[in-house]
């Protein structure tokens, strides 16, 4: 346990291909370039971005019944996916519900698979078209971006705004009320219109949008959906662009409905506050959490993105350890009933710990990585494997 150091031209043409991920990758991303000079729509039905959007939505998740089940039959289902798409019958089936603490209480609203798999298709279509007018430090559900990197710019921000830590420093912490829940669909829908003009596009996101409601309103998404997480980067890219270009917020990191400001003037912090919130009140029909938006001094520390931040090191949160423990032993569980593989688990465990390494974690790493061994005694994940057989063929090439 290393943690601390047959092609064919339509994706359709049977499951022999499964594996082979550049060829598709390299069709799809073809598609998306070639999507502004063609009808969006026509692109977004096609074979090969439906087999695409098939295989993104079962990654890791090769060994769950619902994706065997799906794929006995995979060139018949997508077909019918297609043809629902194309003649406007498309309509997703009921969202699975349930409760997740981890540790804090979240409704979590599961898709069918199949609809998991038109959200994908919808995806690979609309998000390089609007990647290209978000802000920069927008980090949530963005290639390239993500915790890791959200983190290392909190550090830089936080030497720029202290002055390598040589003067106080303050951020202004501030968190979305339920967001999720109060998304106003109208002016979501207002949003997208802003970069979206295909009519048909349009009406596959209402009818996603149309799936969940809060109190039988035009409200909301659901918490899970990889819609849901895209969406909330095109509906707070109006939040970016208001504090980047009117407030002139130098320092600024938004995570999902999360956000800090940095400041060396604390003044200037509390006058960011109430311009926020007039503006979500006004133009998002949002609200910041009373309680969990406020400036604080640098050097009590900071909660962000699991990391308590300090001027000079990092920890990190006993929820997010209390969290990986419960998702180790589910793994375990799982792994006993031949429901994922090692592979699997060693990826997840493998992001865990990466993520772990930008705190102080030496010997928490050591101690997780013992834990993992015990855990799953004799088990090598297939990029062990390779790592040490290429290390093998390195030292002992082949006599000519």
Same mark, same amino acid.
């Given at each position: 346990?290393l943690?601390?150091?047959?092609?064919?031209?339509?994706?359709?043409?049977?499951?022999?291909? =499964?594996?082979?991920?550049?060829?598709?990758?390299?069709?799809?991303?073809?598609?998306?370039?070639t999507?502004?000079?063609?009808n969006?729509?026509?692109?977004?039905?096609?074979?090969?971005?439906?087999? +695409? &959007?098939?295989?993104?939505?079962?990654?890791?998740k090769?060994?769950?019944?619902?994706?065997?089940?799906?794929?006995?039959?995979?060139?018949?289902?997508? =077909?019918?996916?297609?043809?629902?798409?194309?003649?406007?019958?498309?309509?997703?089936?009921?969202?699975?519900?349930?409760?997740?603490?981890?540790p804090?209480?979240?409704?979590?609203?599961?898709?069918?698979?199949?609809?998991?798999?038109?959200?994908?298709?919808?995806?690979?279509i609309?998000?390089p078209?609007?990647?290209?007018?978000?802000?920069?430090?927008?980090?949530?559900?963005?290639?390239?971006? $993500?915790?890791?990197?959200?983190?290392?710019?909190?550090?830089f921000?936080?030497?720029k705004?202290?002055?390598?830590?040589?003067?106080?420093?303050?951020?202004?912490?501030?968190?979305?009320?339920?967001?999720?829940d109060?998304v106003?669909?109208k002016?979501?829908?207002q949003?997208?219109?802003?970069?979206?003009?295909?009519?048909?596009?349009?009406?596959?996101?209402?009818?996603?949008l149309?799936?969940?409601?809060?109190c039988?309103?035009?409200? $909301?998404?659901?918490?899970?959906?990889?819609?849901?997480q895209?969406?909330?980067n095109?509906?707070?890219?109006?939040?970016?662009?208001?504090?980047?270009?009117?407030?002139k917020?130098?320092?600024?990191?938004?995570y999902?409905d999360d +956000?800090?400001?940095l400041?060396e003037?604390?003044y200037v912090?509390?006058?960011?506050?109430?311009?926020?919130?007039?503006?979500?009140?006004?133009?998002? $029909?949002?609200?910041?959490?009373?309680?969990?938006?406020?400036?604080?001094?640098?050097?009590?520390?900071?909660?962000?993105?699991?990391?308590?931040?300090?001027?000079?090191?990092?920890?990190?949160?006993k &929820?997010?350890?209390?969290?990986?423990?419960?998702?180790?032993?589910?793994?375990?569980?799982?792994?006993d009933?031949k429901?994922?593989?090692?592979?699997?688990?060693?990826e997840?465990?493998? $992001?865990?710990?990466?993520?772990?390494?930008? &705190?102080?974690?030496?010997?928490?790493?050591q101690?997780?990585?013992?834990?993992i061994?015990?855990?799953?005694?004799?088990e090598?994940?297939?990029?062990?494997f390779n790592?040490?057989?290429?290390?093998?063929?390195?030292?002992?090439?082949?006599?000519?």
């Amino acid at each position: 346990m290393l943690f601390l150091g047959n092609n064919s031209n339509n994706g359709l043409n049977g499951n022999n291909n =499964l594996n082979n991920n550049g060829r598709f990758v390299e069709i799809a991303l073809a598609q998306v370039r070639t999507a502004l000079m063609r009808n969006l729509w026509e692109v977004l039905c096609s074979e090969e971005n439906l087999y +695409f &959007a098939f295989k993104k939505a079962r990654k890791h998740k090769t060994l769950k019944t619902y994706v065997i089940k799906f794929e006995r039959n995979l060139k018949e289902n997508l =077909l019918l996916l297609r043809r629902e798409l194309l003649q406007k019958a498309y309509r997703p089936l009921p969202l699975e519900r349930f409760i997740i603490r981890d540790p804090k209480t979240r409704k979590i609203s599961k898709s069918d698979f199949r609809d998991r798999i038109i959200h994908h298709t919808l995806c690979n279509i609309i998000e390089p078209i609007f990647e290209k007018c978000f802000i920069h430090d927008s980090y949530a559900n963005r290639k390239g971006k $993500g915790t890791l990197n959200a983190i290392k710019r909190f550090e830089f921000f936080k030497r720029k705004a202290s002055k390598n830590n040589s003067r106080a420093a303050f951020v202004f912490k501030a968190d979305i009320s339920r967001y999720f829940d109060t998304v106003n669909h109208k002016l979501l829908l207002q949003a997208i219109k802003k970069r979206i003009k295909d009519k048909n596009i349009l009406w596959l996101i209402k009818i996603i949008l149309g799936n969940y409601s809060v109190c039988n309103s035009a409200k $909301g998404m659901p918490l899970g959906n990889l819609t849901s997480q895209f969406f909330a980067n095109v509906f707070l890219n109006e939040l970016d662009k208001f504090v980047k270009h009117k407030l002139k917020a130098r320092f600024y990191i938004r995570y999902v409905d999360d +956000f800090v400001i940095l400041h060396e003037d604390k003044y200037v912090l509390n006058s960011y506050k109430p311009e926020i919130e007039k503006f979500l009140i006004n133009k998002l $029909g949002l609200e910041l959490h009373p309680k969990k938006s406020k400036v604080i001094d640098l050097r009590r520390g900071i909660d962000f993105l699991g990391f308590r931040n300090f001027y000079y090191y990092k920890l990190l949160r006993k &929820a997010n350890l209390r969290k990986i423990k419960r998702k180790l032993s589910l793994f375990k569980e799982s792994f006993d009933n031949k429901l994922i593989t090692y592979d699997e688990i060693y990826e997840s465990m493998r $992001g865990w710990v990466s993520y772990a390494r930008q &705190a102080n974690t030496f010997r928490l790493r050591q101690n997780f990585s013992k834990q993992i061994e015990s855990k799953f005694p004799n088990e090598i994940s297939t990029i062990e494997f390779n790592r040490w057989a290429k290390a093998i063929t390195k030292n002992n090439p082949k006599p000519l």
